[in-house]
């Protein structure tokens, strides 16, 4: 199995960039569907982006266009760039996986290895 640490969250202002890393270990990537979500405080943990075994991205509406997810070569870290942020993309940010190639329909609960999340602030 996999084990998840996310680094790279921050403090910013609005218009900023921020880039996040999901470092693994016990497994590479190329096994797992992953993912970025995030949660704001009162409000349910959303998707933000994934990628598939094969390195297709899909990212929710609210980000696409500003935020892009990829991993590295030696699949061993996930990645989300993150610009031009907003005050509304403040958060818990956190990596999630889950083995085999069905990626584009995977939910929440779908997920099976999550790292312990990372802060990001956006103020205005």
């Known amino acids: 199995q996999v084990q998840l640490v996310e680094s790279g969250g921050g403090s910013v202002q609005a218009g900023g960039s921020l880039t996040l890393s999901c470092a693994a270990s016990?497994?590479?990537?190329?096994?797992?569907?992953m993912a970025w979500f995030r949660q704001a405080p009162g409000r349910e943990r959303e998707r933000v982006a994934r990628?598939?075994?094969?390195?297709?991205?899909s990212y929710s509406d609210p980000v696409k266009g500003r935020f892009t997810i990829s991993k590295d070569n030696a699949e061993t870290t996930l990645y989300l760039q993150m610009n031009n942020l907003k005050p509304d993309d403040t958060g818990i940010y956190y990596c999630a996986a889950v083995a085999g190639i069905i990626c584009l329909d995977r939910r929440l609960g779908d997920f099976t290895y999550w790292g312990q999340g990372t802060q990001v602030t956006v103020s205005s």
């Open positions: 016990g497994d590479t990537y190329d096994r797992y569907c």
């Open positions: 990628i598939s075994l094969a390195g297709t991205a």
